[in-house]
């Protein structure tokens, strides 16, 4: 039976941040509320779209209506639709990484919160030489991530063992979903969060450079 190879998206293959966090100010500042530093945004991506601009509100407006957080929230979706791949970029060594490991006895997969339109548009346009098995992203009618449920569904669907496979990523979300599915959780420091996160939320071990991948098969 095959190893599966399954990344996070964002801060993991692609750095996404300043599109993320220009879209979510696009959207904070046409509603009169005020924008963040770029750089902030790492700390708020991770769990949805929902949660980055929930993250995102100042504290005196993070019990504003639903129904107008609903409308910010949509403003913040449309915005990033509209500029998904303006500055995002694949991490230093990936696309490289990612070549070689397609040439293994592996399956490469993507399972991200990112809705996933967003998510497999990002892959296809970025990463159109690499034979993903799966990219899955977040939907209504799956729960994201940490809960392993789309990620034990898509590995079953691609005949992989849970145990024999690699969950790759760059939060404490990541290798929480690992544990939850019992795979082996691989911590990348590039990403947004950062060694100490990963390490304390138990990643079994710490890649610094794209490189590394490869040494995981």
Same mark, same amino acid.
């Given at each position: 039976?095959? %190893?599966?190879?399954?990344?996070?998206? *964002?801060?993991?293959? #692609?750095?996404?941040?300043? *599109?993320?966090?220009?879209?979510?100010? %696009?959207?904070? !500042?046409?509603?009169? @509320?005020?924008?963040?530093?770029?750089?902030?945004?790492?700390?708020?991506?991770?769990?949805?779209?929902?949660?980055?601009?929930?993250?995102?509100?100042?504290?005196?407006?993070?019990?504003?209506?639903?129904?107008?957080?609903?409308? @910010?929230?949509? !403003?913040?979706? +449309? /915005? $990033? /639709?509209? !500029?998904? =791949?303006?500055?995002?970029?694949?991490?230093?060594?990936?696309?490289?990484?990612?070549?070689?490991?397609?040439?293994?006895?592996?399956?490469?997969?993507?399972?991200?919160?990112?809705?996933?339109?967003?998510?497999?548009?990002? &892959?296809? $346009? $970025?990463?159109?030489?690499?034979?993903?098995?799966?990219?899955?992203?977040?939907?209504?009618?799956?729960? #994201?991530?940490? *809960?392993?449920?789309?990620? #034990?569904?898509?590995?079953?669907?691609?005949? =992989?063992?849970? =145990? +024999?496979?690699?969950? &790759?990523?760059?939060?404490?979300? *990541?290798?929480?979903?690992?544990?939850?599915? +019992?795979?082996?959780?691989?911590?990348?420091?590039?990403?947004?969060?950062?060694?100490?996160?990963? #390490? +304390?939320?138990? !990643?079994?071990?710490?890649?610094?450079? /794209?490189?590394?991948? %490869?040494?995981?098969?």
């Amino acid at each position: 039976m095959q %190893t599966a190879l399954v990344f996070d998206l *964002d801060g993991t293959v #692609l750095n996404t941040l300043n *599109d993320i966090g220009t879209a979510c100010n %696009t959207a904070l !500042a046409a509603f009169d @509320l005020p924008v963040h530093p770029l750089k902030s945004y790492e700390q708020m991506v991770g769990n949805g779209f929902y949660m980055i601009v929930k993250r995102a509100l100042p504290d005196n407006a993070k019990s504003m209506a639903e129904e107008r957080f609903l409308e @910010l929230l949509n !403003a913040a979706k +449309q /915005a $990033y /639709a509209a !500029a998904l =791949c303006v500055h995002t970029r694949p991490y230093p060594g990936i696309v490289e990484a990612l070549t070689v490991l397609a040439q293994k006895e592996v399956s490469l997969c993507v399972l991200s919160n990112k809705p996933e339109a967003m998510t497999q548009a990002l &892959i296809a $346009y $970025y990463f159109p030489q690499i034979p993903f098995a799966r990219v899955y992203g977040g939907r209504e009618d799956f729960p #994201l991530k940490p *809960d392993p449920t789309r990620l #034990l569904g898509m590995l079953d669907e691609i005949g =992989c063992k849970p =145990c +024999q496979s690699f969950f &790759i990523g760059d939060s404490s979300v *990541d290798m929480m979903t690992a544990h939850a599915a +019992q795979m082996t959780a691989i911590g990348v420091s590039w990403g947004f969060r950062g060694a100490k996160e990963l #390490l +304390q939320h138990g !990643a079994s071990r710490l890649l610094n450079e /794209a490189s590394e991948l %490869t040494s995981l098969i």
